[in-house]
Nanobody
Framework: VQLQASGGGLVQAGGSLRLSCVASVASDVSFRSYVMTWFRQAPGKEREFVSAINRGSSPFYEDSVKGRFTISRDNAKNTVYLQMNSLKPEDTADYYC???????????????????WGPGTQVTVSS
């Protein structure tokens, strides 16, 4: 699987951005079979879980983004989205999408549980 994230940029606090991650999958594998997840990494910090969406399109969120971020997927377009509203300066980071067919619920937040990663897209929120 190849993943390509886009949609990052510079925004003022309180603003919104929508990230997209397009997956290129093998012809004999369905995109819908992957758990798709967003992580972020701020300078000098460890990569942290943001949100995941499972095969049944159930969403999961890190506590600090609940109520502000919405994850969704369009299986026909092999794409996962992260709508980010009410952005805060502490949301500033490089955002990465990841995919796995094997990850289990208890491991959704662990970067090591994911086999496939895309390059990051930078999000900067100014105060």
């Amino acid at each position: 699987v190849q993943l390509q994230a886009s949609g990052g940029g510079l925004v003022q606090a309180g603003g919104s951005l929508r990230l997209s991650c397009v997956a290129s999958v093998a012809s004999d594998v369905s995109f819908r079979s992957y758990v798709m997840t967003w992580f972020r990494q701020a300078p000098g910090k460890e990569r942290e879980f943001v949100s995941a969406i499972n095969r049944g399109s159930s969403p999961f969120y890190e506590d600090s983004v609940k109520g502000r971020f919405t994850i969704s997927r369009d299986n026909a377009k092999n794409t996962v989205y992260l709508q980010m509203n009410s952005l805060k300066p502490e949301d500033t980071a490089d955002y990465y999408c990841a995919a796995s067919r094997q990850v289990i619920l208890s491991s959704y937040s662990r970067p090591s549980a994911y086999h496939y990663w895309g390059p990051g897209t930078q999000v900067t929120v100014s105060s």
